[in-house]
Each structure stands twice: as C-alpha cells, then as structure tokens.
C-alpha cells in the first residue's frame, strides 16, 4: 500500500495529523501554518486522509478524496490543485463531528480587553470578512469557522485557524494585510473563488486564552444598517441549527447554550458596507457591559 | 508506521500494553480504533491504566459520545415498543441494542447504529403497518431493491423515523434466506427472555450464535474485529454464569445449522482476544484461520483499509454465501446497470 | 393490511407523567424549554402544554380530568373547545414520548 506524507498541526485546544498522498497540500499547509507551535508529543486529536478515490486517481487527474477518523460518505472529491482546501475542509469535518469537549458554534469570534464578540449567521452572512477585517482594527482573531463554548466555564476558546477568504472579500482584505499572509488562489472550487490567509500572530500567539462572551450578533449583508433586538426563543433555536454537536452533547449541550442564551445579549444586525458594520459594532460595543 | 491492527487488538486484550506507546503510536492506535468502531470499548477498556492527557481526553470523548448511542438506542426501542404496543408477539431486540438494554459487558462503549428486531415471519406485515402508523417510512422507494428485499432477504426493507431521523430493521430470522445454514427462528423466538419493559433478548447461546451469524454470513468481515469484540466478551459473561453454556451453545449451534461458523468463531476469538473457550467447542485450527485473522487485521496506522486482494476475496465470498450463484450475476447486473449506484 | 385489529383502541385513553427527574426545565421569554434525559431531546413548547405537564403526575388521567387540574390551578377560561384543545395537546405529548398514553 502507498506510503503518505503526513504533518501535524496544533489549532487552538485541537491537534491535527494531516496525511496526504501528495506532497503538495502538505508543502502549502507547512508554510501557512509556520508560526503555529506543533502538537507536542506528536500526540494529535484527529487524523486527516487526502487519498485519491481511486488508485490511478493518484496520477492521472489526480483528485482528492476526504477521509479521516471521522467522515461524510457522500463528500465529493476535488482536484488536487484545490488539496490545501480539501485539508481545510477534513479539518473542519472532524472538528464537527468528533469534537465533545466544547459546544461547537458555527461563528466567527473576536476578543477586546477580555471579552469575545461573537456572528453567526448563514454563508454570505459576511460573519468571516467581519472577523477578519476586526482582526486588522484591533480585535484579536479568535476564529472564523467554530465559535468554541466551554461547557463549564461559560467562555469561548479560540480556534484560529486559516481565515477562509470567498470571492470579493478576497479582494477586500488584499487592501489591509500583508501579501505574504495569503495562501495560493483556489478558483471554481465547490464555494467559488478561495483564498486562505494566515491569522494575525497575536491571534496565534494567544490561542490558548479563551474570553468571556459579551456580545452575539446575527449579521446580515445586503440591507439598510439596522439593530434589532431578537426573542429568546429565536436566538435559541438558530443557535442549536448553527451548532454542529448540540445534540450530540445531550445534556451539557443543553445546560451550556441556555446559559449563553441567558447571560449574552444579542442583536441582528443588518448592513451593506464593512464600515456600516464597523460602525454598528463600536456603539454596540461601548454600550455593552 | 503500523501496517495492522494489531495494536488495537493488543491494548485491548492487555490494557497494560499501551504504557510502551510513543505519541505517534498513540494517534495510529486512536485512527485504527475509530476506523473498526472500537474506540468506546477501547476507552472503557483504558479507564484504569495510565494514559496521557491529550489521549485521555480523546478517549473520554469516546466514553461520551457512547454513552449517549446507549441511551438513544434504549429511547429508539422504547419508541418501537410504544408503536408495536398492540402486537401480542414477542419483539426481541437484535445486537447492540440488545446488550445495553440487556446491561451486558458487550454494550458497554459499543457503538449501535440502527435498531434491529425480530419478530415472527407471519407477523411481518402487520409489524409493518403498524410501524408506517407511526411514523417509520420507506427508505428506498425502488422496486427492484424493495424485492430483492422481500424474495431473499432476512428483513424488511429498511425504514426510517421521519421526525427522528433513525432506522429500523425488522427480521424475522438472523440470516438471509439465501444463505446457507437454516436458523431455527422459532425455536429462538420461544426461547427469548422477556427484559421486563415488554420487550425481549435472545437467550444466551441464540445470541452469540446471532452475533457469530453476523460476523462471518452478513457482509464481507467489515467491522470484523468489532464482532468479534462482542463474541469474545458474550462468552466470557455467559460461560462464566452457567457452566451448562458450552454444552448449551454447541446443541443450539446444531440446531441452526451454524456447528462450522461457531467453531471458527471461537478460535479466532481465543487467538485474537484470549477468550477462554472450551477446547472440544472449537473445533481443529484450519489453514483459513490464518487467511481470516489478517483479513480481520487489514487495517493500518492511518487507518487506512489494507489488503485489498484479500478483501476481495471475502467479498465476493460474502456475496456467495449470502445468495445462489444465478441470483449474484443478477443482482450484480442490475447494479451496473445503474451505473454503478450501490444498492446495498 | 387489512389486519390492524390488534390496534389501541381510542376510547377515553388515559395519561401518566414521566418521572420528575426525566425533564430539565427552562424558561425563555416566551416559551418553555425541556430537555428531555431518556431521549435526550430539547422540545420548545408553548402554552398549555408546559401547564398540562405541571399538573400531572404518575397517576393515570383521562383528558377531563387533567382539563378539572388544570381550571383549578390557572387562570384557564372555560371554552367548549378548551378539552379539545387539551386533548389534543395531550396527544402530542403522548406522540413525543413526553407523558404515557393508556387505552381507557
């Protein structure tokens, strides 16, 4: 059987070994993930397969197929050159479905003196852009995939890994970070165009502090800027539909989020440019406890 | 790197065994695990011997997430004992299920997918119809798989709860009537014991032979070791409470027509997991032991399938056993025909 | 199919409470939130049924009797349609696995 080339990563509480038939996604997650510290003892949480769904699928128009401890059986393959995206993705897919030590939210988070604000909404929301944009004004990056609710504390950890940047809000952030911060550009991939970019290092250095929930909103791109308060019942249950392991956490699941429920207030929040949302977020903000 | 599984089977036949690992003998062992759907036995498995964090913390993990297939396959039989509330013949739980509603060593960390029961032949339809009353629908709408189902098969076609997204299969005995060997499924019927909740397990002997069924006669020995986790801890629990079971186990055998498949079954598991058996039980060592014990093992440290040529083997094995030989080409042909869509 | 006659008979059923312990309450601004341990299922639910939940017990009850529970403990208006309304939520309670449905 074909030997794999393999690396490990550490991303916030969860280590990754990420095995790959090629050496080519592996070579472009090296060189992202560079200032990120390596599990330590080489002992990781979750394994990653990138194999080709066939075995001349290795060679000849090579694709990728996901595969790991944990699984989907119906995910379909990508070409290779989309492997750094296809690694993203089997990151996230174990993070989904294997993780139990938090509540998992789909959201992106950001942190100020202590305190994490935190967007969740669909895709196309604009929850990732925001985050990332926060992170150059400020804010530490704490993640733009999986909000991480502690089932005891109440607190969100970190879990910053590479910000997946989609289509214009490529264009977007090229404006404020650094060149040498992006990945490679994925275009016609399963999302549309795909360019991933290194957190800033104080989010990396800092990704074993977790912050106290201060602020949840509900961003939604494409309308007039607008606040709107939001029933307990609503935010509930759009929260059990943007958590990946609610019911897989049964009762602590159930403790946690209505305690989050209770304790963080909550807006909607409509806008059309970043510096509508920005502006949102800073009087939310300085009124917030 | 770890070309088999055998360090699965190692730490959990000797818990001990994992002191020696290196961190990446760790994470080998933790894919293998996930992969034959062993980690929950293996987690209860460590719970007393020293472990490092970050893989006590993946194993506690493992601890939950199964205690919780525990608890939603009890809460799925319950479902199931409310609709069939009117049916006055038995329902015996099947498999993991059965063990955890059963409190046996085999349920405990065991992942449980579906729920299997049984039920008597000529109740099937009524069974059905009282299940589609409540809530169950069909999963597959094809005819032709629907038939294959209903001419060939040991069980309904598979059906789903619609609001709680979860699958029931109903059998009426535990091999498909294509195969080989004839189970006496009333005789397991009247021997079942009754749990107290109105439902039922098979008695002890009828069970392990229904999981040694299921290890060697239902599919191609994916998740083989897992069976045979089960066998092995059944006929610890079972050979230790009557000392009568292996005398038991080898008439029931007879009775299903299964002497062959037990006989295996308690060699590989002695080899495997040291399972005290009964040497007259097991028969003589055949040279196939050894081709089953690295089929069983084929899996490496990526947790990766291994040996695909001796799983081919078993598989088109487990296809002639399970149909004659006419009925495979046929069922074969109407696949392709689909382009190659599974069916099964 | 034609033979269901082993069906329940839908004579005056009658209904028994869980165990206490089964359900972890909460309450939200507008509806009751329970987990419930056996299934491990959240259910949201809205007026009466959390109130049809409170008065009942481990004693079995046909829908009336709850319905006289339930006039006596809340401000419930007596309607026409008031036992319908009860029975039926009773049924949805029953057909979550939330409280036990006996045939009368």
């Known amino acids: 059987m074909a030997e794999m080339h393999q690396i490990r990563l550490q991303i916030g509480p969860a280590a990754f070994r990420i095995a790959s038939a090629w050496r080519q996604p592996l070579d472009q997650l090296a060189a992202l993930y560079r200032d990120y510290p390596g599990p330590s003892d080489h002992m990781v949480d979750f394994t990653v397969r990138l194999e080709p769904d066939k075995p001349w699928r290795r060679y000849i128009r090579p694709s990728v197929h996901i595969g790991g401890d944990f699984w989907l059986p119906d995910a379909a393959p990508l070409p290779l050159a989309q492997g750094l995206l296809a690694a993203e993705m089997g990151m996230n897919l174990q993070m989904a479905l294997g993780w139990r030590r938090h509540l998992l939210l789909h959201a992106s988070s950001v942190e100020k003196d202590g305190r994490a604000l935190i ?171 | 790197m770890i070309r088999d599984a055998h360090i699965l089977v190692r730490a959990l036949r000797e818990p001990a065994s994992v002191e020696r690992l290196d961190g990446g003998q760790w994470s080998e062992l933790i894919s293998i695990a996930r992969a034959e759907s062993l980690i929950g036995s293996l987690a209860h498995r460590l719970a007393d011997v020293p472990v490092p964090d970050r893989m006590r913390a993946v194993l506690q993990d493992a601890i939950g997430a199964h205690d919780l297939a525990r608890q939603q396959a009890l809460w799925e039989a319950d479902c199931a004992r409310r609709a069939l509330a009117g049916y006055p013949g038995k329902i015996v739980l099947m498999k993991g299920t059965a063990y955890v509603a059963a409190d046996l060593a085999a349920g405990v960390g065991r992942s449980i997918g579906d729920l299997d029961i049984m039920v008597a032949r000529d109740a099937l339809p009524i069974v059905e119809s009282a299940l589609l009353d409540a809530g169950w629908e069909w999963v597959k709408p094809d005819p032709y798989d629907d038939r294959y189902y209903r001419d060939h098969m040991h069980e309904l076609p598979p059906l789903i709860h619609r609001d709680r997204d979860r699958m029931i299969d109903v059998h009426h005995t535990i091999l498909p009537l294509t195969a080989g060997p004839r189970p006496d499924a009333q005789a397991i019927l009247d021997s079942a014991i009754a749990l107290g909740n109105g439902l039922y397990v098979m008695a002890p002997a009828d069970m392990l032979l229904h999981s040694i069924a299921h290890l060697f006669a239902d599919g ?35 009775t299903h027509g299964l002497g062959r498949e037990k006989e295996r079954a308690l060699r590989l598991a002695a080899r495997l997991y040291d399972t005290p058996v009964y040497r007259f039980s097991a028969g003589q060592t055949e040279f196939a032991d050894y081709l089953y014990i690295r089929r069983l093992l084929a899996r490496d440290g990526y947790g990766r399938e291994t040996r695909k040529l001796i799983r081919f083997a078993f598989y088109v094995r487990s296809h002639w056993l399970r149909m004659p030989p006419l009925m495979l080409a046929r069922h074969l042909w109407t696949k392709w025909r689909k382009g190659g869509k599974p069916v099964g | 199919m034609s033979d269901q006659n082993f069906r329940l008979s839908t004579m005056t059923p009658k209904y028994r409470a869980g165990p206490k312990d089964d359900l972890i309450w909460h309450e939200l601004d ?60 009773l049924e949805e309670l029953a057909a979550l696995g939330l409280i036990a449905r006996e045939a009368g």
């Open chain 2, 220 to 254: 191609d020995l994916a998740g083989g070791l897992r069976n045979l986790w089960d066998i092995n801890l059944l006929l610890r629990h079972f050979s230790e409470a009557d000392e009568e079971f292996w005398t038991e186990l080898d008439v029931r055998a007879k």
């Open chain 1, 119 to 289: 967007m969740t909404g669909l895709s196309g929301s604009g929850k990732s852009t925001l985050s990332a944009m926060l992170a150059q004004k400020g804010w530490r990056f704490m993640g733009d995939e999986f909000a991480l609710l502690d089932l005891d504390t109440g607190d969100i950890a970190p879990f910053p890994r590479l910000i997946s940047l989609k289509n214009q809000a490529i264009r977007a952030m090229q404006t404020v970070a650094p060149a040498d911060r992006f990945g490679p550009e994925m275009t016609d991939t399963p999302k549309g165009d795909i360019r991933h970019l290194v957190p800033p290092k104080a989010a990396i250095d800092r990704m074993g502090e977790p912050a106290r929930p201060a602020l949840l909103l509900f961003p939604r791109f494409g309308h007039d800027p607008e606040l709107r308060d939001m029933g307990q019942a609503e935010i509930f249950v759009r929260l059990t539909q943007a958590s990946t392991n609610y019911v897989a956490l049964g009762e602590a699941g159930f403790r946690a989020l209505t305690r989050f429920v209770d304790q963080v207030p909550t807006r909607a929040m409509d806008y059309q440019s970043i510096e509508q949302a920005e502006e949102l977020i800073e009087r939310l903000w300085s009124r917030s406890p």
């Open chain 3, 30 to 89: 507008s509806m009751t939130l329970l987990f419930h341990r056996p299934s491990g299922n959240t259910h949201m639910l809205a007026d009466p049924a959390p109130a049809l939940l409170e008065v009942m017990d481990s004693g079995l009850l046909t829908a009336a009797e709850i319905a006289t529970r339930l006039k006596a403990r809340f401000d419930v208006e007596s309607g026409a349609d008031t036992d319908d309304i009860i029975s039926a939520r």
